[in-house]
Nanobody, 115 residues
Framework: QVQLVESGGGLVQPGGSLRLSCAVS????????LGWYRQAPGKQRELVAT??????FHANSVGGRFTISRDNAKNTVYLQMNSLKPEDTAVYYC??????????WGQGTQVTVSS
């Protein structure tokens, strides 16, 4: 059974950094793609970054500031967030897509950027 558990969210001042972690309980061989999405109040959930065996993708809004990475030995995917802005405030969700195109979500972790 697939489980995704996010951690690392919190309150940070503008210009600060946070690193989100997502502990993945799934067979590595079943994973096609891992990713991070976010949803701000009153807005739709949006893609932030993805990682596959072929490489990474980062949304234009976070490019150069956020970096997605994966540690297969620890079954964990990370999102390093630097130069945070108030508009980055959202609930951040870990996402997994299997080779069979099943989609799984974590419970989310709140990130608040405010002075």
């Amino acid at each position: 059974q697939v489980q995704l558990v996010e951690s690392g969210g919190g309150l940070v001042q503008p210009g600060g950094s946070l690193r989100l972690s997502c502990a993945v309980s799934a067979s590595n061989s079943s994973i096609n793609q891992l990713g991070w999405y976010r949803q701000a109040p009153g807005k739709q959930r949006e893609l932030v970054a993805t990682i596959t065996a072929r490489g990474t993708f980062h949304a234009n809004s976070v490019g150069g500031r956020f970096t997605i990475s994966r540690d297969n030995a620890k079954n964990t995917v990370y999102l390093q967030m630097n130069s945070l802005k108030p508009e980055d405030t959202a609930v951040y969700y870990c996402n997994l897509v299997t080779w069979g195109l099943e989609v799984f979500w974590g419970q989310g972790t709140q990130v608040t950027v405010s002075s």
